[in-house]
């Protein structure tokens, strides 16, 4: 099974960027459609965006459609997400996983097995 392990968060100054990287300890992701989550201090863990096996489509949460952006690199074994314009509520653990798609519940994780995550904060 895919083995998430993030890495990139840190610190950020509201107005900043920041790009997380995902990659696996175990199988390769580029056999998988591969998406972000993150979850917010006393909140549940939320969906913000997937991308396909091949990187040919990308898909966003409602409220993440403009400062997101997944890619891959199937070659480099990594599923990246920019994150620009950082607010303070993008302050958050954040998650990669494989995930799958549902007409009733749309995108969510594909598998109980979650990395630990990389710690994004933003300061205002």
């Known amino acids: 099974q895919v083995q998430p392990v993030e890495s990139g968060g840190g610190l950020v100054q509201a107005g900043g960027s920041v790009r997380l990287s995902c990659t696996s300890s175990g199988r390769t992701l580029s056999n998988y459609a591969m998406g972000w989550f993150r979850q917010a201090p006393g909140k549940e863990r939320e969906f913000v965006a997937a991308?396909?096996?091949?990187?040919?489509?990308?898909y966003y949460a409602d409220s993440m459609k403009d400062r997101f952006t997944i890619s891959r690199d199937n070659n480099a074994n990594t599923v990246d997400l920019q994150v620009s314009s950082l607010k303070p509520e993008d302050t958050a653990v954040y998650y990669c996983?494989?995930?799958?798609?549902?007409?009733?519940?749309?995108?969510?994780?594909?598998?109980?097995?979650w990395g630990q995550g990389t710690q994004v904060t933003v300061s205002s």
């Open positions: 991308i396909s096996w091949s990187g040919g489509s990308t």
């Open positions: 996983n494989t995930v799958l798609h549902t007409e009733a519940t749309g995108w969510g994780a594909a598998s109980d097995y």
